[in-house]
């Protein structure tokens, strides 16, 4: 992908004039360069080249757009060649300035998108009966299967190895960690054999890594899971995120569990807000990707034995460091979320959820049973057991308040217990910065990579204008008014470009900044899901946009013939104002009829929050 700010140093670099009058003769008026337009038949000129705003625009048909669109439009270019062709031309090096992992990156993805395919279409073939049997003694559909994408890996040394050998991505699938060399001679071997494989994908839905259920009696570890990769950090990812994020938005709420099946089985029926770690912690990443799929409140549904009280201990000191409002569920002994869903239902799931208690109420509640009236000897015991959980709360607020409601259920006072739930051994300094090589220590930031600028939120009816195409990307080709070239923001143009390449919508928005990818999801949340009505909303938004653009040329010829001499008489260049203003009168009043809602008291669609 270009980084979208050496598009926008391509466009400060091009010149617009100079690139749009090898096509079109131009001649200057005031600020600006007017010509006949290139795109329709005219005789007066009505096509404008504004080079302080970087845009060009035509009144007569409406085309507008900067250098990149010019050259996408004149020549027929797809936008990745247009500004490539321009980044040539004003010496722009892109791939110099392209991320050095994005490559390898391309290559993980592709890999791992032939490897999940492969393993899925094994899983419903003959060689996948005794994985598909174990699926249905588990209760999981096929419906579900097909879902979260399950496959089977056989008991083939090579299998995938030999396929990918013949595709030319070995070496890709070493990265991946799906293959790994032979020892002792040459070739490769198949990393995951005998075992039902688990897609782990990003929230966007494509996969990055897998998990391995072992099955049969072939030894090996029962879960075996993907190295981490340039595409796939554990510490960053949940499993199931991918299905359940919508559900997480709806409910303001997940559930988190610790195993892939929990996940899938609680799915399978019908609480579909739950997600599972690929890692034993949970970590800021984690916590921040909850976040952005609206999570207000986080359900930890473990086991109901000492492993499930001991997780819940392990995860509560980034909790709590967060200040995020948990809630803990402990299912019955001898139950795992997977078993108890398949036989109390979603409803016996709900009910578990709804008596879940805080986090600091189950965790006192588990450490000092007793409370206050607990013997000293309890109190110093539990206190040991909540040491890790304070040692992860910073100086401030979030430490202060666990401190007092320590207190209060210890029966101690507040001022000795810093002190008593201090770590007893010291947390371990960091290491010292590598010395240069002349053996000084380098300057503080020194050979760091220099920090991209922050990308700027997209305007929220042109992410309204993307998440249509990526729904339905035939839609562009209903566009009445080419509203595509009123798109200002460049990570919206560079997602739609793919998007309409054919890469698909996971593709499309797995590289995009976070920004954009927030504002996609809103609009996708809010706009119908297919067919006649998501094309009713596309028109709808096309429409606006080329309004909002009519209006801002109408205030271009306002302020125009105001700064036009003898702009009292009419002239030949204020005649042409005139008769432009005209017809964008026209074009706007027929633009607000189209809009206007057919029924009466009913709203226009898709007013952006």
């Not at 201990?313 to 869903?341: S, Y």
């Not at 939120?457 to 992410?463: G, N, S, T």
């Not at 195409?469 to 997602?495: F, I, K, N, Q, W």
């Not at 706009?527 to 080329?546: D, N, S, V």
């Amino acid at each position: 992908m270009i980084p979208e700010h050496k598009i926008e140093e391509i466009l400060e670099r091009v010149d617009l004039v100079g690139l749009i009058s090898r096509h079109v003769e131009l001649k200057k008026a005031g600020r600006e360069y007017k010509g006949r337009c290139p795109f329709h038949q005219e005789k007066t000129p009505s096509f404008y080249v504004v080079p302080e705003k970087r845009f060009y625009f035509c009144h007569g048909c409406r085309a507008s757009g900067d250098a990149v669109s010019f050259v996408q439009r004149y020549l027929g270019k797809t936008f990745v060649d247009a500004v490539k062709d321009l980044a040539r031309e004003v010496g722009v090096d892109i791939e110099a300035a392209q991320d050095p992992t994005a490559k390898e990156r391309q290559q993980l993805k592709e890999v791992t998108d032939l490897a999940a395919e492969h393993f899925r279409a094994l899983l419903w073939q003959d060689e996948g009966r005794a994985a598909r049997t174990y699926l249905a003694n588990r209760g999981v559909s096929e419906e579900t299967a097909q879902a979260f994408g399950l496959g089977w890996a056989p008991n083939a040394w090579s299998q995938l190895a030999d396929k990918l050998t013949r595709s030319g991505m070995i070496e890709w699938a070493v990265n991946a960690g799906l293959v790994q060399r032979r020892n002792n001679s040459d070739g490769y071997y198949d990393f995951f054999r005998s075992r039902l494989m688990i897609p782990i994908r990003a929230p966007e839905g494509r996969p990055i890594a897998f998990g391995g259920r072992l099955m049969g009696a072939e030894e090996g570890p029962k879960y075996l899971n993907s190295k981490e990769s340039r595409l796939y950090n554990k510490s960053e990812t949940l499993y199931g995120m991918d299905q359940a994020r919508d559900e997480i938005r709806k409910r303001k709420a997940a559930i988190l569990v610790e195993g892939y099946f929990d996940c899938i089985g609680l799915h399978q029926v019908g609480v579909r807000h739950a997600v599972a770690l690929c890692s034993t912690a949970i970590t800021p990443g984690h916590l921040q990707l909850l976040r952005r799929a609206e999570a207000q409140q986080l359900v930890l549904l473990l086991d109901g034995d000492q492993a499930g009280i001991n997780a819940v201990e392990r995860l509560a000191g980034p909790l709590l460091a967060a200040g995020a409002a948990a809630r803990v569920a402990l299912l019955p002994q001898g139950d795992d979320p997977d078993t108890f869903a398949r036989r109390e239902g979603a409803d016996g799931v709900e009910r578990l959820l709804q008596n879940a208690q805080p986090l600091t109420s189950h965790i006192f509640a588990s450490v000092l049973p007793n409370g206050a009236q607990a013997s000293f000897e309890e109190k110093m015991a539990a206190l040991e057991r909540l040491k890790p959980m304070a040692a992860q709360l910073p100086l401030g607020l979030v430490r202060s308040a666990f401190l007092n409601a320590v207190g209060g259920h210890f029966g101690l006072p507040v001022g000795d217990l810093e002190a008593a739930l201090r770590p007893s051994k010291p947390a371990p300094k960091p290491a010292p910065a590598p010395a240069a090589s002349n053996g000084q220590r380098p300057a503080p930031g020194a050979g760091a990579a220099p920090k991209p600028a922050p990308v700027r939120p997209p305007d929220a009816m042109e992410a309204f204008y993307v998440a249509a195409t990526l729904r339905e990307p035939r839609l562009v080709a209903r566009d009445p008014y080419r509203a595509c070239d009123e798109l200002s923001h460049t990570g919206l143009r560079v997602v739609l470009a793919q998007a309409t390449s054919g890469s698909g919508t996971e593709d499309a928005l797995f590289e995009a900044a976070e920004p954009v990818k927030r504002a996609i999801d809103v609009a996708l949340r809010q706009l119908p899901e297919g067919g006649a009505a998501l094309e009713q909303a596309f028109l709808t938004i096309c429409r606006k946009l080329t309004l909002r653009r009519v209006e801002e040329q109408l205030r271009y010829i306002e302020k125009a013939m105001k700064q036009t001499p003898g702009a009292s008489e009419l002239t030949e260049e204020t005649k042409r104002l005139l008769v432009e203003r005209s017809a964008l009168f026209a074009l706007q009043t027929r633009i607000k009829e189209e809009l206007r809602p057919s029924v009466p008291g009913t709203k226009a669609p898709l007013q952006p929050v």
